[in-house]
Antibody, heavy 124, light 107 residues
Framework: EVQLVESGGGLVQPGGSLRLSCAAS????????FNWVRQAPGKGLEWVSY????????FYADSVKGRFTISRDDARNSLNLQMNSLRDEDTAVYYC?????????????????WGQGITVTVSS | EIVLTQSPATLSLSPGERATLSCRAS??????LAWYQQKPGQAPRLLIY???NRAPGIPARFSGSGSGTDFTLTISSLEAEDFAVYYC?????????FGQGTRLEIK
């Protein structure tokens, strides 16, 4: 079964740090790009960060640039998000999402596999 | 940054009716637009990619159309499980952006 499972969320004080992980299974992790997308309570979807399949191309939303770091470990089939200098407005459910799928040797683009989400609460 | 504006914010319809959801981009995104469905407490699900292509496993009652700045998601005949929030997303430029969502509720 193709699956993404997030872990590492929790309650943290403003200014603190947290590291999220996303474990992948059921597909060849190294072939794919990945994103982190978050959703604040009662709000819409906000893209946070992207990493290419090679790990050499990385993008961040302006709201997290300089504070968050995305990384991937292809040996462990794992995606990570290191979150530093956390703010109240970072409180959200964080999802990891695969960026595309492979079919008959062709890539098709869309976030087709999502994790179940992990809650991050920043509060004193 | 490309801004996506979805309308209406809320759509109230009955099962069996046809739903038409709109997404307008602040500048052309060509056909690089996707639609997602999200139910309470669940992750989003990809419905449509590249404006008009159904993702694997998506029922034929879902269809997408449009290009440039104006896009439409149509659900031909609503079923009970279709009542949810729908988001559009563009992938032409980074940052990729989402619309604010349309809530489809039972009338």
């Amino acid at each position: 079964e193709v699956q993404l499972v997030e872990s590492g969320g929790g309650l943290v004080q403003p200014g603190g740090s947290l590291r999220l992980s996303c474990a992948a299974s059921g597909f060849t992790f190294s072939y794919h790009t990945f994103n982190w997308v978050r959703q604040a309570p009662g709000k819409g979807l906000e893209w946070v960060s992207y990493v290419s399949s090679s790990g050499t191309t990385i993008f961040y939303a302006d709201s997290v640039k300089g504070r968050f770091t995305i990384s991937r470990d292809d040996a462990r089939n794992s995606l990570n998000l290191q979150m530093n200098s956390l703010r109240d407005e970072d409180t959200a459910v964080y999802y990891c999402a695969r960026g595309e799928w492979l079919l008959s040797g062709n890539y098709y683009y869309g976030m087709d596999v999502w994790g179940q989400g992990i809650t991050v609460t920043v509060s004193s | 940054e490309i801004v996506l504006t979805q309308s209406p914010a809320t759509l109230s319809l009955s099962p069996g009716e046809r739903a038409t959801l709109s997404c307008r981009a602040s500048q052309s995104v060509s056909s690089y637009l996707a639609w997602y469905q999200q139910k309470p407490g669940q992750a989003p699900r990809l419905l449509i990619y590249d404006a008009s292509n159904r993702a694997p496993g998506i029922p034929a009652r879902f269809s997408g159309s449009g290009s440039g700045t104006d896009f439409t998601l149509t659900i031909s005949s609503l079923e009970a499980e279709d009542f949810a929030v729908y988001y559009c997303q563009q992938r032409l430029n980074w940052p990729t952006t989402f619309g604010q969502g349309t809530r489809l509720e039972i009338k």
